[in-house]
């Protein structure tokens, strides 16, 4: 059933007649919405920081990962390390120095993989795919396939469950917006894909339901002569992507949408250009997190919104909690270009939002950055704490 929201349109005290441009002086702008970025909303202007809180405690602490710290499995990929979960997704850090020497299936849903690091190429039903860092591949549900890594290859794998990745929808900027399809790559029955065809025993390892099975051939099962469909395993690389932009008025993160399942959005962020008019807001506004649980794994750059954070982290944002820039980052945003500020962010990142919970496995001494939730605190309470 459709939603039908309660139609309203309300201005009350001091505020500003646009979301994130010309924010009464001395204010700070803290949104709250539905359905993400793309139902009814309300934004407050405030005398304080939303995010300047000097104590925070319970289950909704937004919290932060290393993930290179994780050994992350080797060989097969049901074996990778797991990171969090729900019942729509799962999300694994997988890393293979060598060529797998068996096939995988996922029969529990469509699997996409983001290439962190490494090169190499892809082998699956459909032929042939090489692989470089920042490729998002993804595979469809009952693809069987492998990795051969040309140089050790780490890959956050973002699993479907039960359901499958489609294209957002362009709406009003058409369907060349962020990327063209034909910038899409699929495989190619080639020389490379004929050469590993071979007569010797392979095993195919077959999730479904959490569980493993084995089917043993005595032949490489990968024997396709050829096809014909719409369905297939896709490649398309961050550096591909032409995000939407406007000089006037900060963007959601909705505008950076990549990929989308029944129970949530993958989006990644590229390098792009500061807004340049002096009354729009340069950064992520404050907002609660209501809706969706946020978590981005950052991939490449410098992270202009976030605090101690590099290549190869994880933070999770769960639903309730409010949040925006921390403050150094605050400060090096909202300063001018003429005056030494930065005109461009060169951060890579992909954002995953779910609708539901997720649940975050355990992990190993020293992967959590225990003092995350500490980055948002003014800078006068972090020199009275140190």
């Known amino acids: 059933m459709a939603k039908n929201w309660i139609p309203l349109r309300q201005v009350e005290g001091t ?15 803290r949104e709250i919405s539905k359905e993400g970025f793309f139902g009814p909303s309300a934004q407050f202007h405030h005398k304080h920081k939303p995010t300047d809180w ?22 097969n990929p049901w074996a990778s390390q797991p990171v969090l ?6 999300v694994r850090i997988w890393k293979l120095d060598q060529a797998m020497g068996e096939l995988a299936r996922n029969s529990d849903g469509d699997q996409l993989l983001f290439i962190h690091e490494g090169e190499g190429a892809l082998f699956c039903d459909y032929g042939h ?23 050790a290859t780490t890959s956050l794998m973002i699993e479907a469950t039960n359901d499958h990745f489609t294209l957002p ?11 063209d399809p034909a910038m899409l790559d699929t495989p190619r029955i080639d020389d490379a894909f004929k050469a590993q065809q071979d ?6 390892s077959v999730k479904r339901r959490g569980q493993l099975s084995t089917v043993t051939f005595p032949f490489n099962p990968l024997d396709a ?6 369905l297939s395993v896709v490649r398309i690389n961050w550096r591909d992507l032409r995000p939407l932009m406007s000089h006037r008025a900060h963007l959601p993160p909705s505008a950076h949408t990549t990929f989308v399942a029944g129970r949530f959005v993958v989006c990644t962020f590229v390098p792009r250009p500061f807004e340049s008019d002096p009354e729009a807001l340069r950064l992520p506004f404050f907002h609660n997190n209501d809706d969706f649980e946020e978590i981005i794994f950052y991939h490449k750059g410098s992270f202009f919104s ?12 769960p639903s309730g909690f409010t949040h925006g820039p921390h403050p150094k980052a605050f400060n090096a945003a909202t300063k001018a270009p003429a005056s030494g500020g930065r005109t461009e962010t060169d951060e890579v990142a992909v954002m995953i939002d779910t609708r539901d919970a997720i649940d975050i496995a355990a992990m190993p001494a020293g992967v959590e950055f225990e003092g995350y939730v500490k980055s948002w605190r003014p800078p006068e309470v972090k020199q009275a704490a140190e």
């Open 225 to 230: 002569i050829g096809w014909h469909g719409d």
């Open 169 to 179: 929808e362009k709406g009003l900027v058409g369907r060349h917006a962020i990327f």
């Open 54 to 75: 000097i104590e925070f405690d319970g289950a909704i602490r937004p919290r932060a990962f290393d993930l290179n710290k994780l050994v992350a499995g080797k060989g």
């Open 85 to 90: 979960n729900n019942g729509s997704i799962q």
């Open 15 to 29: 505020a500003s007649r646009q979301a994130h441009v010309r924010l009464p002086e001395g204010t700070y702008e």
């Open 199 to 204: 007569e010797r025993s392979w095993k195919v």
């Open 129 to 151: 795919l090489d692989y470089r860092d920042g490729d998002y591949i993804m595979i469809p549900r009952g693809t069987m396939w492998r990795l051969a890594p040309t140089r």
């Open 306 to 317: 976030r605090d101690n954070i590099h290549p190869g982290m994880m933070t999770v944002h």
